[in-house]
């Protein structure tokens, strides 16, 4: 058997088993490790690469809209967990505690943060004081710790990093304006930066964030039919502000409670990522995202490979000063078709090709890990070609995910339905829900699936509810989530 061969056969195939597919393909991709600690895990330098790029365009949007960064403590008084009950209810089971340092007990236990709304709140009770000093505009690029009892690499871990943004305001209407820019910031980011399309919506009572009067969110559908999370914007009232006492004298010189929010995403985006666009081949990724844009292979007998290579090398300067991310494999003792194999597994968006025929007709030959086009170019129009490429790439990944979303998204008007519906078929369900907290129960207890949101935007209406048949308050999205 050959070494291309070998190679292929060490991925499962999604139809046998999606998530032995996932383990096998970050893996062999090298995007992560486990650790010697249950649950958490190590990012391999092409893993980090890309929370780095994600890191990076979505902090320039934060900044465009006058955020601000800031670092707060890992560690938090458990007492600041008293202060919102709520809160602390939602996230007790999760909570690792520090109860000794230096080999003394210590008078307090500290919580390893899982999320930083109270000291954000007791910080931001010094700060404020006046009108003047709202609305405050902070983010922060950090690790949380939620102890997990079942794990899945970047999707769900013990340890995992993010980002959380918290913000002060004078009254509601200005909260409720900063939770939907946030929301819509997350929305266009995943769409237009990571090729994965989303439902926008509202989340149920139950399911919203502890401690928030209203929770939203983008929704994204994996290859397996499974929703995740993929980034939450809270509108949290004067919940934390009662709590922590965060008051301001108003323009009427009154003392006022602050409205806050938070909204966050975090690491789950590569797992979303891979389960999205991934195939039996590997990653696939989309060029605005990959660490690697175009490789480059110089292929032909060895007596030409001086010249090609040299060429390729002039090529490489050429893309590399027009700012994309290109790398040349010029190894010898490893043949092209295994570079072919191991680079489509990697993901890596665009291929180029260059042998000494190429070189003789001044062209090179493009290749998309997507679609596997084949594309002869001329050398004098590479940059403009290949950037040409890598646009239509991006477009043609999204297009791709949104039609495999929109074949997998059933509409249903009954309970029966919908478990025939998740039997037969993977995917998300729509259905109308009276509102009742019971009649959601019941879903969850008979189907395995949860409220994703309540869609801002939805081709149908439902008119009565799933569960109990009485009139439908909410047409709601529902799926098994990660």
């Known amino acids: 058997m050959s070494k291309e061969k070998q190679f292929v056969t060490e991925i499962t195939p999604q139809s046998e088993d999606f998530s032995r597919w996932y383990i096998d393909v970050i893996k062999k991709a090298e995007l992560m490790d486990y650790s010697p600690v249950r649950g958490c895990i190590v990012f391999r330098p092409e893993g980090y690469e890309l929370w780095e790029n994600i890191q990076r365009d979505l902090d320039r949007r934060f900044k465009e809209t006058g955020h601000r960064n800031a670092y707060f403590p890992l ?24 109860t000794e340092a230096a080999g003394e007990k210590l008078e307090e236990r500290l919580a390893v943060r899982p999320t930083s709304e109270t000291m954000f709140g007791h910080m931001y009770a010094k700060w404020i004081q006046s009108y003047r000093d709202l609305p405050v505009l902070i983010n922060q690029w950090a690790n949380v710790v939620r102890w997990e009892k079942r794990t ?12 959380e943004g918290h913000t002060a305001h004078e009254n509601e209407a200005e ?4 939770t939907m820019r946030m929301l819509e910031i997350y929305r266009d980011f995943v769409e237009d930066f990571l090729a994965i399309p989303v439902i926008v919506g509202q989340k149920t009572p139950s399911e919203k964030f502890a401690g928030a009067v209203d929770t939203y969110s983008i929704e994204a559908m994996m290859k397996d039919g499974r929703a995740v999370q993929a980034g939450t914007s809270h509108y949290l009232g004067t919940n934390f502000a009662v709590a922590f006492d965060i008051k301001y004298l108003d323009r009427e010189n009154q003392l006022q409670y602050v409205h806050t929010t938070s909204w966050g995403a975090s690491t789950r985006l590569i797992g979303s990522l891979i389960m999205v666009h991934g195939d039996d081949r590997g990653l696939a990724l989309p060029p605005k995202v990959a660490p690697t844009q ?21 090529l490489y300067a050429e893309l590399k000063k027009a700012g994309i991310r290109v790398r040349v494999d010029d190894r010898a003792d490893v043949s092209p078709g295994w570079k072919f194999n191991e680079y489509e597994m990697r993901g890596v968006p665009l291929r180029l090709e260059l042998g000494p025929r190429d070189m003789e007709n001044g062209v090179v030959v493009l290749v998309s890990r997507v679609s596997g086009e084949k594309r002869v170019v001329e050398q004098a129009n590479l940059v403009q070609e290949v950037e040409k490429m890598l646009d239509e790439i991006q477009k043609e990944m999204f297009e791709k995910a949104k039609r495999f979303r929109d074949e997998n998204l059933k509409s249903v008007d009954t309970l029966d339905e919908m478990k025939a519906s998740l039997e037969q078929k993977r995917g998300f369900v729509l259905a109308g829900w009276c509102g009742s907290e019971a009649c959601e129960k019941q879903v969850k207890e008979e189907t395995g699936a949860t ?13 009565a ?3 109990c048949g009485e009139h ?6 529902f799926a098994r989530a990660y």
Do not use: Y
């Open 75 to 98: 560690f938090i008084p458990e007492s600041f967990f008293q202060k919102e009950k709520e809160h602390v209810e939602g996230f007790n089971p999760e909570l690792p505690w520090v």
């Open 152 to 163: 899945l690499p970047f999707l769900r871990t013990s340890e995992f990093l993010w980002q």
């Open 175 to 178: 909260a409720r304006e900063e």
């Open 294 to 314: 175009v490789i480059m292979i110089p292929i032909g007998p060895a007596k030409t490979r001086e010249q090609v290579v040299g060429r390729v090398d002039e």
């Open 451 to 463: 409220s994703r949101n309540i869609p801002f935007e939805t081709a149908e209406k439902k008119s």
């Open 465 to 467: 509810c799933l569960v």
């Open 472 to 477: 439908a308050e909410h047409t709601v999205v």
